[in-house]
């Protein structure tokens, strides 16, 4: 018997089968699904609170706690997720009980036995390996439910790797590894599954998936819809505009590209298509700009919180890298709507009420204005209260929060009528921006309280979003009462019932969308175990340096197309650890020698974008299914389109490997950034005139041409410039000293090193090495990067390389020599390079708009 459903429906189940787990059993079945997460979010909460470290109970280390976490997740896994399609969704058949039960006991084992495991460490005994196994082969088979089959063979590939070294071909053989060291590795250590992204997953993301998922529940993403359709939704294409921004806002909510697509596409991608979009460009614009979502600092995917760990730096400072990037790829979106809307000559939707010019520049402006002050009274204001009021500033701070949270809420409760908007509901005009703005403000303090604990109190990611969550809970219980009391409406026991009903479900469903997270961090592991076991890692750079043949490029390109394809089965989280363990220490080793220092963030944010982009790739682009469901078009077609929409985001990895200045490395003055900002988003919205093949008009191939080398240009002005101008100046080793000791503090000092490494091989590479503050002298400047030099004849060789040093890090290693100190060529800025650049647009936008008059005179004539 079949069914009809309708897109929505089927949407809602996509997500479901993809983030949350698509059985709805009945009974006792249902509570116990309901329950356990429950739990699980109460263990989160507890895990990072202050609590056990107060009361001195439920203090756990991390293994302990990455045990619980995966215990947790893989119980859900089984007992949430069907085994196959033809399995029953209304109830949970006693073998997937059998296997919760077996497999929650062996990821748990670590913690239950974690004494006895600790006294025999390298020495597993019988049950220790019986119970790895066991393990090990649910967790596949659990990975396999919650995220299909890729990522299951990803990692029992790499298995079969381990086990099977001496049979593979000589380029990538090793000894192998017996059963016994294997799954003690893997299971039994902090090596594998229980290893850092397990551990990320545990500390960081589950928080804030918890917190997006409370903000969902407490109509977060609903209010950013109804906020960026009544600002944009009269403009050209303006439904397409407000799907942009509010996916763009939707990220901060959710991390995950379907969901992202479900919230807001439901509602927008209709009223794309009734402005004129045909349904496979609605649903293209929709991905293009949810898949982006996860870019969207301050909550940004899962994988950005591995960058922490896997690159060494703090939380903000990949903020601070992303954010660019993330900035220019949304306007370069919106563009791209307007240069669509242009070509197929759309309009908007008719606002409710015609404001006049000021009164939208007031409602508009006044808007951001007030933000920006409240944002600055209160970085500055609580900056100095602490300065003054010392250990009291924290309740004072803690006192205004609530009264601004009390204020904030009589504002929603004047407007929550007029700034009503029903997402569902069929919209024939756009509302009036200032009551809908006004109507959900209070959402915006707990991102205030998480951004303030991130940037300013510098805690942990972890500690930022319990502070955040809490005051997110208490925004759940309170504000619906308080709406009622205010607006003497409703009756407020009832919403105050319905509140605690919200916090518990947000709750709920916060940790039932960490499942596949945590089961694709855990089988992630089992791939970094590996590549640690087998040393496979040192092999790759090998095998890419020979199918690249040394060339930076296509060395890029290799390790593009390696996480568009694993992208198309695997996770972001799952795709950006197998990649990034496997590639960035590649391309940095490879960079160097080829005379490239590149950061390790870029090359992480590198991998981190392609894995994003393979959620719109066909043909297995999910996000592409989901909006093609809603938007009743073809999902081939519409990843397609969407893939085209998104080579805006594909090229920024390549420009910012080159041009550092985009993830606002280097950068020292205001100025500076200021011309970085504006010169970026020029670039991007050059490229987008030149892919659309539209700017004032329909474009010919050679001002697309042209516009493409405009881009570039815009991108990377070093480029030119070091044609006329050398950016760097070679002096001889000898000069280290000297050069050293002029070195203002803060710059690191740049070096052409060669020598032979362990295997054998000559290695020439150069590296940038800082040295500490406090060292005055050259020779104590020398010494604190871990290099001890020795003078032989005309060379300068190193004697020594301390442990644990700069020296060490960057892969340096005695009896090398320093063939040349590098230091930055005295030449004009690069930045001169705009002005020719910019006359050169200019002509060419006057000659597009001298068309478009010819055009229209034609027309006027005939």
């Known amino acids: ?500 009903v919200d916090l518990l479900e947000s709750l709920v469903s916060g940790a039932r969308n960490m499942i596949g997270i945590s089961v694709a961090t855990a089988a992630a592991g089992t791939v970094v175990g590996a590549v640690t076991l087998t040393g496979i890692g040192l092999v790759m750079t090998d095998f890419v340096e020979f199918i690249s043949g040394g060339n930076i490029i296509m060395m890029l390109l290799f390790t593009a197309v390696i996480s568009l394809i694993l992208g198309m089965g695997l996770p972001t989280t799952a795709n950006y650890i197998v990649v990034s363990t496997l590639m960035a220490p590649v391309i940095v080793t490879l960079g160097a020698q080829s005379g490239l220092i590149i950061p390790l963030i870029a090359v992480h944010l590198f991998v981190f974008y392609f894995g994003i982009l393979a959620d719109d790739t066909p043909p297995v682009g999910l996000a592409a299914f989901a909006a093609a469901a809603i938007a009743k078009s073809d999902p081939i077609r519409t990843g397609i389109q969407g893939f085209t929409y998104d080579i805006r985001t594909a090229i920024l990895p390549f420009m910012f490997i080159f041009n550092t200045q985009l993830l606002l490395i280097g950068i020292d003055t205001w100025w500076h950034l200021s011309l970085t900002v504006l010169s970026s988003i020029v670039a991007m919205l050059i490229f987008s005139a030149a892919t659309q093949g539209w700017w004032f008009t329909k474009n010919k191939w050679w001002e697309t041409l042209l516009l493409l080398l405009l881009t570039f240009t815009f991108f990377r002005p070093g480029y030119w410039w070091d044609q006329i101008y050398p950016s760097k100046q070679l002096h001889p080793g000898s000069d280290i000293q000297q050069i050293a000791g002029s070195l203002p503090i803060g710059q690191d000092i740049e070096l052409m090193v060669a020598g032979e490494n362990i295997e054998g091989d000559f290695i020439s590479k150069t590296v940038r090495l800082p040295f500490d503050e406090k060292a005055k002298s050259a020779i104590e400047r020398i010494s604190s990067m871990g290099l001890v030099l020795k003078q032989v004849d005309d060379k300068v060789l190193i004697d020594m390389v301390e442990f644990g040093s700069p020296a060490e890090a960057a892969g340096i290693d005695f009896d090398w020599e320093v063939r040349s100190v590098i230091t930055a060529a005295d030449r004009p800025m690069k930045e001169w390079v705009f002005i020719p650049a910019l006359l050169l647009l200019i002509g060419l936008g006057l000659n597009q708009k001298r068309r478009v008059r010819n055009d229209q005179l034609n027309q006027q004539i005939g």
């Not at 997740?73 to 029953?88: D, E, G, N, R, V």
């Not at 529940?217 to 942009?244: C, D």
């Not at 209260?385 to 009291?392: I, M, R, S, Y």
């Open 1 to 500: 018997m079949s069914k009809t459903t309708s897109p929505t429906q089927d949407v809602q189940e996509m997500v479901a089968q993809a983030d949350t787990g698509a059985r709805s059993p009945d009974g006792i079945s249902a509570r116990i699904l309901w329950f356990t997460p429950l739990c699980w979010s109460l263990f989160q909460l507890w895990y990072a609170s202050p609590l056990p470290f107060i009361f001195n109970f439920g203090v756990l280390n991390d293994t302990e706690a990455r045990s619980i976490h995966l215990m947790f997740a893989i119980f859900l896994a089984f007992t949430a997720y069907p085994a196959l399609k033809s399995s029953p969704r209304n109830k949970i058949p006693l073998t997937d009980w059998i296997l919760a039960l077996a497999s929650s006991f062996s990821a748990g084992y670590i913690y239950i036995f974690y004494t006895e495991l600790a006294g025999r460490s390298g020495a597993p005994t019988t049950a220790d390996v019986v119970v790895a196994v066991i393990g090990m082969v649910l967790l596949l088979e659990a990975t396999r439910r919650a995220l299909g089959p890729p990522l299951m063979v990803v990692a029992a590939v790499f298995l079969l790797y381990t086990f099977g070294g001496p049979y593979m071909p000589d380029v990538i053989a090793h000894k192998g590894a017996s059963l016994n060291k294997a799954m003690s590795h893997l299971w039994l250590t902090t090596e594998g599954v229980f290893g850092v992204a397990l551990g990320v997953s545990s500390s960081f993301v589950f928080l804030f998936v918890l917190f997006g998922a409370m903000l969902e529940r407490a109509g977060a993403g609903a209010y950013f819809i109804k906020v960026a359709f009544s600002l944009l939704g009269h403009m050209r294409g303006g439904p397409a505009k407000a799907a942009v921004v509010a996916s763009g806002l939707s990220g901060i909510v959710s991390g995950s590209s379907i969901a992202n697509v479900v919230t807001t596409g439901t509602f927008t991608i209709p009223l794309m298509k009734r402005v004129g979009f045909p349904g496979t460009k609605a649903g293209a614009v929709e991905v293009a700009a949810s898949t982006n979502g996860q870019l969207t600092p301050p909550i940004m995917g899962a994988a950005a919180f591995l960058m922490v760990e896997y690159v060494g730096i703090s939380y903000v400072e990949v903020i601070k890298a992303a954010i660019l990037p993330a900035l220019i790829s949304y306007i370069a979106l919106i563009y791209i709507v307007h240069l669509e809307a242009c070509k197929a000559g759309m309009q908007g939707l008719p606002r409710r009420h015609t404001p006049t010019i000021v009164q939208s520049l007031l409602s508009f402006t006044g808007t951001i204005l007030g933000l920006c002050i409240t944002s600055a009274a209160v970085y500055y204001g609580v900056g100095w209260t602490k300065d003054v009021f010392g250990a009291a500033a924290t309740p004072i701070v803690v006192s205004a929060l609530v009264i601004s949270y009390i204020a904030l809420i009589s504002v929603s409760a004047r407007n929550a009528h007029e700034g009503t908007l029903d997402v569902n509901a069929e919209l024939t005009e756009v509302p009036d921006p200032s009551p809908t703005i006004k109507s959900g403000l209070h959402y915006l303090l707990p991102i205030v309280v998480l951004v303030w604990c991130l940037t300013v109190e510098r805690f942990s990611p972890g500690l930022s979003a319990f502070w955040a969550t809490v005051f997110m809970i208490f925004i759940i219980i309170t504000q619906r009462p308080l709406i009622s009391f205010l607006s003497k409406q409703g009756n407020i026991v009832e919403e105050a019932t319905a509140g605690f």
